[in-house]
């Protein structure tokens, strides 16, 4: 069973159109997030959520939102896409960070890579 | 701001071989993690070796071994009797206490292992 799933695996599309990535974890954790590796393999955190909650944004423009229906599911919207969108998009998650736990390992799902022509 | 500096873009080795590659970090925290994380071709992130900052003794993952050095900000990572399987960038990541999960990486270096 995959702990750690995205789809689409591949995204193509032309600027200014609405796209989704969809995350689900099948391993009970509480926090999910999302990184963005650009086409020089710099991977850098979006967002991450725990317990529905938003907790990081990284200067991260409006157009990208994360939306989260249940804790198992971590979804990243991108309105208006433009060009330096194309980048591969990680999901991943941990285990609960307000438990007072300094760490939790965070599991990564396999990426979704992004086209914007 | 926490920078993580990864100074070989590209490096190779001989199946069989060792090789140690390079990071170091700059930060004014006392506790922190350090992290390897491999990504092969097939782009997943896979988890090498971690270290708390806290502890002395080196981290080691069967053929995978750091080299922390706290006062130097150095954390390098030796992979031993290298494989052909271990071609892939290899990301050096910093998570500090109270930044809820957040991992700056360093901009990876590429290893070839050649046959």
């Known amino acids: 069973d995959t702990a750690v799933s995205q789809t689409p695996k591949y995204l193509v599309t032309q600027m200014g159109n609405d796209k989704s990535i969809k995350c689900e974890q099948n391993l009970g954790h509480d926090t999910m997030y999302w990184y963005k590796q650009d086409s020089k393999k710099f991977l850098k955190i979006m967002f991450s959520y725990n317990n529905k909650e938003l907790i990081i944004n990284e200067t991260v423009p409006n157009r990208f939102s994360p939306k989260s229906p249940d804790k198992a599911h971590l979804n990243l919207h991108i309105n208006s896409l433009e060009l330096g969108d194309s980048a591969v998009y990680f999901c991943?998650?941990?285990?609960?960070?307000?438990?007072?736990?300094?760490?939790?390992?965070?599991?990564f799902g396999p990426g979704t890579r992004l086209t914007v022509l | 701001a926490q920078t993580v500096t990864q100074s070989q873009p590209e490096m190779s080795v001989q199946e069989a071989e060792t090789v140690t590659l390079s990071c170091t970090y700059d930060t004014s925290e006392n506790n922190y993690y350090l992290f390897w994380y491999k990504q092969p071709p097939s782009r997943q992130m896979i988890l090498v070796i971690r270290q708390e900052a806290y502890k002395q003794q080196n981290a080691t993952e069967n053929r995978f071994s750091v080299n922390f050095q706290k006062a130097a900000k150095s954390f390098s990572l030796k992979i031993s009797d290298s494989q052909l399987g271990d071609t892939a960038m290899y990301f050096c990541?910093?998570?500090?206490?109270?930044?809820?999960?957040?991992?700056?990486f360093g901009k990876g270096t590429k290893l070839s292992v050649k046959p």
């Open positions: 991943a998650s941990s285990q609960d960070l307000t438990s007072g736990s300094f760490y939790n390992e965070q599991f």
């Open positions: 990541a910093f998570m500090k206490p109270g930044s809820q999960g957040n991992l700056i």
